[in-house]
Every structure is written in C-alpha cells, then in structure tokens.
C-alpha cells in the first residue's frame, strides 16, 4: 500500500509519499542553487527524508512537536533505528544543507495544501506550518553568512506559486 500525507486534513485529492518526497527534491535542487549550497546530499537526503514513514506511518506532526518539546526522548533515535542510512546522511551534513531541505519540506507542504484544501483545519495547518517556515527564514538569516534566505524562498515562491492566491511577498 502507498503511504498518503496529511490524513489528518481534508484534501481534494491525496498525495503519496513518493510524490511528496520527488516534489521536495527538485525545491531543494532550486532552493540550493539560489542559495550557493552544494546540492549532492541535499537532493539525496530530500528524496529519502520520510521514508521510515513506509514503516511508522505519517506521524501527524503536531504529534512529533509535542514528542519533541515535552520529552526527553530523541525523535531522531527513532528514525536512527529505522533508517540508519538517512541518520548517517542526515548527521553529516552541514546545517545550510539541513536547513535547505527542512525548508523545501515546508514550502512543499504549503504549496500542496493550498492547491488541495480549503476547509479551516486545512487553514489552520496551513498557517502553523507558514509560521514555523517564517519563523525558521528569520533564524536562517540572522545566523546568515551573507547567505539571504528570505530572499531565495521569497524567489520560490514567486515561481511556484503564480496561479495561486498565497502572498510570497510575505517571505
């Protein structure tokens, strides 16, 4: 069976992880390249980023927000027992190159839910996930080498997200 997103928002259609996992790839190629970082582990790490997810599931995010905020449990020790090869990669990596593929995560995730939903769970989600990205950029930038990561998801955005009604300038 096809592990599905989002099962816990009402979408006009479902997406599965593979899509999910390919959509977020090719945002994190162009987001690196805007950005100057070197795309090798960046692409490897966004095509397998949720793929203990054949095994555990889609874990409802605000479910591994509490885990992490209200625990001494590690999340990541989980994953590291499922997918060891995604940990090793993961662990390796620079946090630039972390941060494009967390980010091109969430730019995913909106652009999927505003094309796909539009009941106000759907908003909702859509607006935590919108801050948390928000939130992110602003650390990004301030911890910024010269690197302006505003202004390369605000880019993305502009390309992505022609036809829909989402305000890119708000990045």
Do not use: C
Request: aromatic residues 8%; proline residues 2%; without cysteine.
């Amino acid at each position: 069976d096809q592990v599905t997103r989002f099962h816990m928002v009402k979408t006009d259609r479902e997406q599965n992880l593979a899509e999910h996992q390919y959509n977020v790839a090719m945002l994190a190629k162009v987001l690196a390249e805007k950005l100057k970082i070197p795309d090798g582990n960046v692409i490897k790490l966004a095509l397998i980023h949720d793929r203990h997810e054949v095994i555990t599931g889609d874990i409802p995010t605000p479910f591994k927000e509490h885990v992490r905020n209200n625990s001494d449990y590690f999340f990541l020790g989980l994953v590291k027992k499922v997918d060891p090869e995604y940990y090793a990669l993961r662990r390796d990596m620079t946090l630039d190159e972390l941060a494009v593929v967390d980010m091109a995560d969430m730019v995913e995730a909106l652009v999927f839910l505003t094309n796909n939903t539009n009941d106000a769970h759907g908003n909702a989600v859509l607006s935590h996930i919108n801050k948390k990205l928000n939130n992110f950029v602003s650390i990004m930038d301030e911890k910024g080498v010269g690197t302006r990561w505003r202004d390369a998801i605000s880019e993305l955005y502009k390309e992505l997200l022609k036809d829909t009604e989402v305000d890119a300038d708000n990045y």
